[in-house]
């Protein structure tokens, strides 16, 4: 099972992009990337996913590097509201007859005014 | 957002007593998933499943079960509860040509 590090903790300012890199040495080929974000109280909440090179949605952006051993989500400019927990997660793309999506302890952004 | 709910919300209970939490999702997926959240561990998969009656076991089965007698519904129980399973419960639903789980809004259970 490939597992993933990141940071436990990051902070920032309300404007800035902010940058959280994970690591996934043992990525498998069938794996993807899927980061979650997590508000407290609440469940994760899908953020983006990505195989390899770049993936943009309304959110985000993923950055993937060729050999596949890392990964940073990026948020442009953010804001309050986006402190929270971010999780990285590395398997196979569909649904769980692998049971193997780890949720590591994920990154905690502060965004401070 | 995927409509998953859980119940109870919250749950306080003492030790020994058996404890059932639901999670009941409208998106006709096929797979579930129960984890729990502790301070320090992020979320552990505890049991899933791909499909009525098909269960399997996650990183921390000890001392739970699951059953899946309908689609909609994924039921959790702890046989015999302890304190070291006071946690956050929560189920996730994803369907087969998705690549994203569904959470519902957790339970919160204590057991005294």
């Known amino acids: 099972l490939a597992k993933t590090t990141q940071p436990i903790s990051m902070d920032s300012y309300e404007g800035q992009e902010v940058n959280i890199t994970c690591s996934h040495n043992n990525i498998a080929t069938n794996d993807y990337i899927t980061w979650y974000q997590q508000f407290p109280s609440q469940g994760p909440r899908f953020i983006i996913q990505g195989y390899k090179t770049k993936v943009t949605n309304e959110v985000a952006s993923l950055f993937i590097p060729a050999d596949r051993k890392s990964s940073t989500l990026s948020l442009p400019r953010v804001s309050l509201s986006d402190t929270a927990v971010y999780y990285c997660l590395v398997g196979v793309r569909n649904g769980g007859s692998q049971g193997n999506l780890i949720f590591g302890k994920g990154t905690k952004l502060s965004v401070k005014p | ?112």
Request: glycine share 8%.
């Open chain 2, 1 to 112: 957002d995927a409509g998953i709910t859980q119940s109870p919300r919250h749950k306080v209970t003492e030790t020994g007593t058996p404890v059932t939490l639901r999670c009941h999702q409208t998106e006709n997926h096929r797979y579930m998933y129960w984890y729990r959240q502790d301070p320090g561990h992020g979320l552990r998969l505890i049991h899933y499943s791909y499909g009525v009656k098909d269960t399997d076991k996650g990183e921390v089965s000890d001392g739970y079960s699951v059953s899946r007698s309908k689609t909609e519904d994924f039921l959790l129980t702890l046989e015999s509860a302890t304190s070291s399973q006071t946690s956050v419960y929560f189920c996730a639903s994803q369907g087969v040509l998705s690549y994203e789980q569904y959470f519902g809004p957790g339970t919160r259970l204590t057991v005294t």
